[in-house]
């Protein structure tokens, strides 16, 4: 069996549409480079402004949806908060169900807050809890979180815990008609 080989395939390369023919030329595609540059960066601005001037007004016009959800909400949580029992099963669950949605409650990580740092380093110190300072010489939260029990009498430091009061609306699409 006899191969014929293909020539290779040659490597174009673009050609450029302009290319300066003297020092004259080429100082003058800088100087329309340049003003190229300003004209693009001017419409950069009027784009910036419109784009603006578009965030206002749709911001203005969800404004009362705001403030909608925002009473709504307020509402709701009141309501839970008053039927927390049942609607919890006397604190069995975190969720609770509706036709339209969901509710929860649910505790943050605790964190840790220092008051004084150097007194609170000291003050570790003095108490024979120098595990809770780093080698680098600041608090170690971390390890007042993984034992909060230990700094319950330094009074320059509180862990910090807060519910939070989740709504869930559930999303429906609506059917294509075909």
Not at 61 to 71: C, M, Q, T
């Amino acid at each position: 069996m006899r191969t014929v080989s293909k020539p290779p395939r040659s490597v174009k390369a673009h050609a450029s549409g302009f290319v300066p023919q003297n020092r004259s030329q080429v100082i003058d595609a800088i100087t329309r480079i340049g003003g190229a540059q300003r004209e693009r960066q001017r419409i950069e601005v009027a784009m910036n402004d419109e784009i603006a001037a578009i965030k206002t007004r749709y911001e203005a016009e969800a404004a009362p949806h705001n403030e909608l959800i925002k009473e709504l909400r307020a509402g709701v949580q009141t309501w839970c908060e008053a039927h927390r029992d049942v609607l919890t099963k006397g604190g069995k669950v975190k969720t609770a169900a509706f036709a339209s949605g969901e509710v929860r409650w649910r505790m943050t990580p605790p964190s840790v807050a220092i008051r004084g740092v150097e007194a609170t380093m000291d003050l570790l110190k003095r108490l024979g809890l120098a595990r809770f300072i780093r080698t680098k010489e600041e608090v170690n939260k971390d390890a007042i979180l993984a034992e909060p029990d230990a700094v319950t009498g330094v009074s320059t430091i509180s862990i910090k815990q807060h519910e939070e009061f989740v709504i869930e609306p559930f999303e429906t699409s609506l059917e294509e008609l075909a």
